[in-house]
Structure formats: C-alpha cells, structure tokens
C-alpha cells in the first residue's frame, strides 16, 4: 500500500525554466511534508518542509505547495539548474500534535530530474 | 560539525549470513532511524532507535535488529540474509523524536548485495 506516491519516475526540463514535481498521498494522518534531493553515491538531503497548517513554503528556489483536500503537494525549482539534476523524493510524517509519533518517514518512489544546459 | 558515515560502503554476502552494519550519527544526535531503499524505491522505514532503546519499527520481520551506543553510534544487523534483502541501507541521524521540526540528517548508505 503506496501512502505516498510519486507518480512521474522521470522530468526532464532546461536550464532556466520552471521544474514541477508532484507527489499525492492516501493517509489524512500525515500533517508534515518534506522534499530530499539525492545525488549518486549521497545520502538523501533535506530541501524544504511545510506542515498542513500552511498552503506554501518558500526558500530561494524552492518552494512547495499543499493542496491538503486533494491531498497533493508539489515542489517548484525555478529557475532551474543543471546542478539540481537528481533524484527528489517526497516524504510524509505524522505530527506529535496528532498523537502519534513523528519518527517516522514515509516516502515516495522518488522522481529523476534533470536539467538540460 | 561531523555529518552522519556509515560503514562499509559495499557488502556482498550470500544468502543466511549474517551482516552487520554500522553507522556514526551526527554529533549531539541522540536518535537514529534505518531505511531500506530497494532498486527502483523510495526509502522504507525499518525501526528508530532513542537513548539506545528501540523506539518504533516498520513492517520488517525480527532478523532485523539494531543497536545505539553511548557515542552516538548504532548498528543494523540482519540474520538469515535472504535475496531480497540487497538494498542501500541507510541510516539518519536527528535530535528528539518529536516536535515538527527535527529534519533527519541522512548517511550515504551501505549497499548490500545478497547473492
């Protein structure tokens, strides 16, 4: 049972342009979201979060919409770089305001973005 | 500040050994979760430990266990290997196990062969 789903496997976009990656889930649970990037040979790093209280987050570059009814979210990269080229993938946690613990990730299949110069 | 490693990078082993992996956790972290990623898969949670006890675990049978350290470090070690157990493992380090806002820092991950 895939909660979170990351249904595009691949983007590819150019250089400058506006990437969009998406991510659906299945569990009203979850009420913290967050992106990780993750090179070849790296451990996933942390890109950005927004908790279900909010619709947006924005960081530089990156921002992520909540579409909590639809229970969708999406990252922004713009503009795109050739540097942003990896693997993104979505994860959901359950907040301790929901009573449960929050030690869990549950991620997505990850979507492969590259950018093209 | 040192990030969080992990040991061995690479690891080939046949089916029923036993293996052992290890991971240092970043500094001050008191907690350390372990993923399994298969090929082709996002992460999948195996259990997390806090203050050297187990704190949570996912859906993954007993020959999965772990151990966490005074020093920050932690072990996953997994009995009775079978093949779909090659995967990157990959363990992550954060400070508390609640609050919204403690971000997992991640390790490059162990990958484990089961032939």
């Known amino acids: 049972d895939q909660q979170v789903k990351q249904n595009s496997p691949s983007l590819s976009v150019q250089e400058g342009r506006i990437s969009i990656l998406n991510c659906d889930y299945t569990?009203?649970?979850?009420?913290?979201f967050l992106w990780y990037k993750k090179y070849p040979a790296e451990g996933p790093t942390f890109l950005i979060s927004?908790?279900?209280?909010?619709d947006k987050n924005e960081d530089g570059r990156f921002t992520v919409f909540l579409n909590k009814s639809a229970k969708h979210l999406s990252l922004h990269i713009v503009p795109s770089q050739p540097g942003d080229s990896a693997v993104y993938f979505c994860?959901?946690?359950?907040?301790?305001?929901?009573?449960?613990?929050?030690?869990?990730?549950?991620f997505g299949k990850g979507t492969l973005l590259t950018v093209n110069p | 500040e040192t990030g969080v490693t992990q040991s061995p990078t690479h690891l080939i082993k046949t089916r029923g050994q036993q293996v052992t992996l290890r991971c240092s956790s970043q500094s001050g972290h008191n907690t350390v979760s372990w993923y399994q990623q298969a090929l082709g898969q996002g992460p999948q949670f195996i259990f997390q430990y806090y203050r050297e006890e187990e704190n949570g675990r996912g859906n993954f049978p007993p020959r999965f266990s772990g151990l966490q350290f005074p020093n920050y470090s932690s072990e996953l070690n997994v009995n009775a290997l079978e093949l779909d157990d090659s995967a990157l493992y990959l363990c992550?380090?954060?400070?508390?196990?609640?609050?919204?806002?403690?971000?997992?820092?991640f390790g490059p991950g162990t990958r484990l062969t089961v032939l």
């Open positions: 992550a380090s954060s400070l508390g196990t609640t609050g919204l806002n403690n971000e997992q820092f």
């Open positions: 927004i908790s279900s209280i909010k």
């Open positions: 569990n009203s649970m979850f009420d913290y």
């Open positions: 994860a959901a946690r359950r907040g301790s305001n929901s009573g449960g613990s929050n030690y869990k990730l549950t």
